[in-house]
């Protein structure tokens, strides 16, 4: 293990930069086990940090590259100080999941530990300010901290150490959401700490984010009960030293609207949105501020940071509604809008497996329009006739129709346990939560859609050379579509490959393949004769969607195969 005392000497430190030199043989040996090709090279440069410890850590951790400062991407990061909650809908909890959802680092100093649920809190157990201080340390004396966010700071001490400490470690924005009260109706912070609230931290905040009872509270208990009363707040409470104010409506009595006001000294800002029906609002308050903290970390300014942070918390609400988490009055909602899409759905996509490519059925548009079909009758029956994988090739629909089919194409699949592909649409894929997506080479590049797509979709890609298999395995495909094989109709202007250029491709790949192109009944056993073991199936357009009977001709394909030597299976 290379340590701190394999660095002996800093030949060169001033405010930028930071040369640093190995003491002995072993230490250079281990730097060069880590690919760094010139110690010269490890120069950190960092206005504000000299990060030392944090190099000696990635060593220490066996990192394959040393700080390498040009190479280097600068993240948006927002430090978020509050309280956890184990219900995980509010607190430091909802700050990571906003901040995730928002595209933005987010460190954590946590003030209290509360014992918490749907409905209410049992239990609160404050931090030793003094572990508040280390954490708050940690945080700022090593990571690059943009915006620093609060939430429940629970004793007039935190209040006073997170203060000073940002006096030592300045950073861009300040956002304060001054908790006091849960959801629940249960407190967070006492009344005792209102003064050190007014008097230390509101002055240092960029904005705060008071709703009714806290802008309330911290106005004496002045009332609060219409959008003018609002206004009147925000100035009084600008009056105290925020830069700006953001009095939250979403307890105004008798609106259909959610109303904001937000004053910045000189304008009101009316902010106005319908409001959203929900039980699920446990959390919003913090989720709000640490998406305004996150829009702000990412430098833009505070009316367009609110604005975003505004819609975002409403499109998550939207999206929840009708999620289902504890017994208590209020839930949590999904900040990452991805929870539904698998809850509800009974028959869930299944891991791809190399055997789903056996009878790989694409449909064609043209096709189902010349027989009268619709795309889900087509689909239906290539998999009564034994198709074990679909894509949908509808190359001249409209999205929305298109979409649609897709949603009907997928309740079918999924009843029978078939992965259903949508061809080159990687976003028709996204907003039906298909199985996956199948991108030629002149589609959107398979990393990328990887990318959207998230690990568990499956990705297939057309190639007709190993270099183009090669970069499929490289970008995270799951299996190669290799053809024509033999001449086809079915794609314009697409070059023959052959059984040859088949199993070159085969041989080359490390990923399963599926033979296409010209493939029907008459010729499916030859080429899985080839018997390279990677070979495990044909797609066929015409010779199961240009027919009479899809059923019938699926079948037949279907013995055909089951009689040849697919590779594994
Ligand atoms: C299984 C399978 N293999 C190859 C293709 C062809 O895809 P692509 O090269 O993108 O051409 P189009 O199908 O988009 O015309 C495929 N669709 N399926
Ligand atoms: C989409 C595609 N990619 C290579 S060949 C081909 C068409 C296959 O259609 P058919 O099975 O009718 O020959
Ligand atoms: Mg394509």
Redesign the pocket.
């Given at each position: 293990m290379a340590s701190a005392a394999f660095f002996s000497t800093c030949l060169l430190a001033n405010k930028n930069y930071l040369f640093l030199a190995p003491t002995n043989a072993s230490a250079k040996g281990y730097i060069s086990n880590l690919r760094v090709p010139n110690l010269a090279s490890i120069v950190l440069r960092n206005e504000r940090f000299v990060r030392l410890r944090g190099l000696v850590a990635m060593v220490d951790e066996g990192a394959s590259k040393v700080s390498d400062d040009d190479s280097r991407m600068k993240i948006p990061h927002v430090l978020t100080v509050a309280g956890s909650d184990s219900g995980a809908g509010a607190g430091i909890q909802a700050d990571l999941k906003a901040c995730a959802a928002r595209r933005v680092y987010c460190s954590t100093v946590i003030t209290a530990v509360t014992a918490q649920n749907t409905v209410g809190v049992q239990g609160v157990s404050n931090v030793p300010e003094d572990f508040v201080a280390e954490q708050l340390k940690s945080v700022l004396s090593d990571m690059e901290v943009d915006v620093v966010k609060t939430g429940m700071l629970p004793s007039i001490g935190i209040v006073k150490i997170l203060c000073n400490t940002l006096k030592e470690f300045p950073v861009q924005a300040l956002v304060v959401d001054p908790v006091m009260v849960s959801t629940s109706g249960d407190v967070l912070a006492g009344p005792s700490i209102l003064s050190t609230f007014r008097e230390v931290l509101l002055p240092m905040a960029d904005i705060i984010t008071p709703n009714l009872k806290e802008a309330s509270a911290l106005l004496n208990g002045m009332q609060l009960e219409t959008v003018d009363d609002m206004r009147s707040a925000a100035r009084l409470l600008h009056n105290m030293g925020p830069k700006n104010v953001l009095v939250k409506g979403g307890d105004l009595p008798d609106s259909s609207d959610a109303v904001d006001i937000l004053y910045d000294g000189l304008n009101f800002y009316e902010l106005r949105s319908p409001r959203i029906r929900t039980r699920n609002t446990h959390g919003t308050g913090c989720s709000l501020a640490s998406c305004i903290a996150a829009e702000l970390a990412k430098g833009y300014p505070v009316v367009s940071a609110v604005k975003v942070a505004k819609r975002y918390v409403e499109t998550a609400l939207g999206y929840s509604k009708e999620i289902g988490i504890g017994n208590g009055p209020q839930g949590p909602f999904d900040h990452l809008l991805r929870l539904k899409s698998h809850s509800q759905d009974c028959h869930r996509q299944r891991p791809f497996s190399p055997s789903d490519l056996f009878l790989?059925a694409?449909t064609d548009s043209r096709m189902n329009k010349r027989w009268g079909r619709s795309i889900a009758d087509a689909v239906k029956a290539a998999i009564d006739g034994g198709a074990t994988i679909v894509?949908l090739?509808e190359?001249d629909a409209e999205t929305k129709d298109f979409l649609e089919s897709a949603k009907a194409c997928l309740r079918i699949c999924r009843s029978h346990g078939v992965p259903l592909l949508i061809?080159?649409r990687v976003d028709v894929a996204i907003a039906c939560d298909a199985d996956g997506v199948?991108?030629?080479?002149?589609?959107m590049p398979a990393h990328v859609a990887r990318t959207l797509l998230g690990p568990e979709k499956i990705i297939?890609v057309?190639c007709k050379t190993p270099e183009q298999a090669q970069q499929a395995w490289v970008d995270g495909a799951d299996y190669i579509?290799c053809?024509g094989v033999y001449p086809t109709n079915t794609?314009e202007n697409n070059t023959t490959v052959g059984l040859d250029g088949l199993k070159t491709v085969c041989t080359a790949s490390k990923l399963p393949v599926?033979a296409?192109g010209g493939i029907g009944v008459s010729n499916a056993g030859a080429v899985m004769e080839i018997g390279v073991p990677n070979l495990k199936g044909v797609?066929v357009v015409s010779a199961l969607f240009d027919r009479e009977s899809i059923l019938t001709e699926t079948k037949k394909l279907h013995s055909v195969l089951l009689g040849s030597n697919v590779g594994g299976t």
């Open positions: 790989y694409v894509q090739r190359k061809n080159d199948h991108v030629g080479q002149s589609d297939g057309s579509g053809g794609k599926v296409i797609a």
